[in-house]
Antibody, heavy 124, light 107 residues
Framework: QVQLVQSGAEVKKPGASVKVSCKASGYTFSNYDINWVRQAPGQGLEWMGWMNPNSGNTGYAQKFQGSVTMTMNTSVTTAYMQLNSLTSDDTAVYYC?????????????????WGKGTTVTVSS | DIQMTQSPSSLSASVGDRITITCRANQSITSSLNWYQQGPGKAPRLLIYAASSLQSGVPSRFSGSGSGSDFTLTISSLQSEDSGTFFCQQTYSTPHTFGQGTRLEIK
C-alpha cells in the first residue's frame, strides 16, 4: 500500500541541526512531490515547503528560507528535510506528505498521503 | 501570504447532527481549497480537495462547497469517530497556508 515512513524522534540542543527522513513505498516516487508540514505542541499546521523528486526543484516558505533544506535520494525513494540553527520554537511534530495535483479549468494541488510524523524536541 | 480564517474555533455536537465549518480566505483562491481531519496524536487525513471533491475512501457524509474566498465543510450526520480538529488549506499560491483549525467534540 502507499505509505510514507518517517524516521524516529529527535532531541537536539539549540543551535544544532536535525535531518528527518521520509521513505516512500507503494507508488512511483518520482511522480509526486513531497511536502513538509510541521505542528508545534497544541498548535495548528504550518506548511514548510515542497520538493519534486523528478526535477529536484524545491520551494520553501519564506519563513524557512535559509534554514531548511529539502533533498531526496531516488535510489532509496527517500526524502529528507534538514533544519538548521534550531531554537525552542522549532519544537514540533514534522510531517511529510505526498503532493497530488491535477488540472481542469484550474490547477489543483493537495496532500493525499501523510507520514505519521517525527517529533523534534529542542532543549538545552 | 494568503490568510485563512476558520469559524467556529470549536464546537460540540451530538451523533446524528448536521454541522458546518466555514473557511474564509483574504483574497480569491478560486477552488484551490482542501479540508483535512486530524485525530488526537495522529497525522492529518485528506477529506476534500478542490473545494468539493471527496477523497477516495472518505464517507459521503462529508461534503465541501464554495469558491472564490468563502468555503464550507459539512458533515451531514455526525458519527462518534468524527471527533478531532479540521483544517482548511489553500493551495492557490505558496506558501500553502492552513486555517487555524476547528475542534469538534462529540457530546
Amino acid at each position: 500500500q502507499v505509505q510514507l515512513v518517517q524516521s524516529g524522534a529527535e532531541v537536539k540542543k539549540p543551535g544544532a541541526s536535525v535531518k528527518v527522513s521520509c521513505k516512500a513505498s507503494g507508488y512511483t516516487f518520482s511522480n509526486y512531490d513531497i511536502n513538509w508540514v510541521r505542528q508545534a505542541p497544541g498548535q495548528g499546521l504550518e506548511w514548510m515547503g515542497w520538493m519534486n523528486p523528478n526535477s529536484g526543484n524545491t520551494g520553501y516558505a519564506q519563513k524557512f528560507q535559509g534554514s531548511v533544506t529539502m533533498t531526496m535520494n531516488t535510489s532509496v525513494t527517500t526524502a529528507y528535510m534538514q533544519l538548521n540553527s534550531l531554537t525552542s520554537d522549532d519544537t514540533a511534530v514534522y510531517y511529510c506528505a505526498r503532493g497530488q495535483h491535477y488540472s481542469s479549468i484550474y490547477y489543483y494541488y493537495y496532500m493525499d498521503v501523510w507520514g505519521k510524523g517525527t517529533t523534534v524536541t529542542v532543549s538545552s | 501570504d494568503i490568510q485563512m480564517t476558520q469559524s467556529p474555533s470549536s464546537l460540540s455536537a451530538s451523533v446524528g447532527d448536521r454541522i458546518t465549518i466555514t473557511c474564509r480566505a483574504n483574497q480569491s483562491i478560486t477552488s484551490s481549497l482542501n479540508w483535512y481531519q486530524q485525530g488526537p496524536g495522529k497525522a492529518p487525513r485528506l477529506l476534500i480537495y478542490a473545494a468539493s471533491s471527496l477523497q477516495s475512501g472518505v464517507p459521503s457524509r462529508f461534503s465541501g462547497s464554495g469558491s472564490g474566498s468563502d468555503f464550507t465543510l459539512t458533515i451531514s450526520s455526525l458519527q462518534s469517530e468524527d471527533s478531532g480538529t479540521f483544517f482548511c488549506q489553500q493551495t492557490y499560491s505558496t506558501p500553502h497556508t492552513f486555517g487555524q483549525g476547528t475542534r469538534l467534540e462529540i457530546k
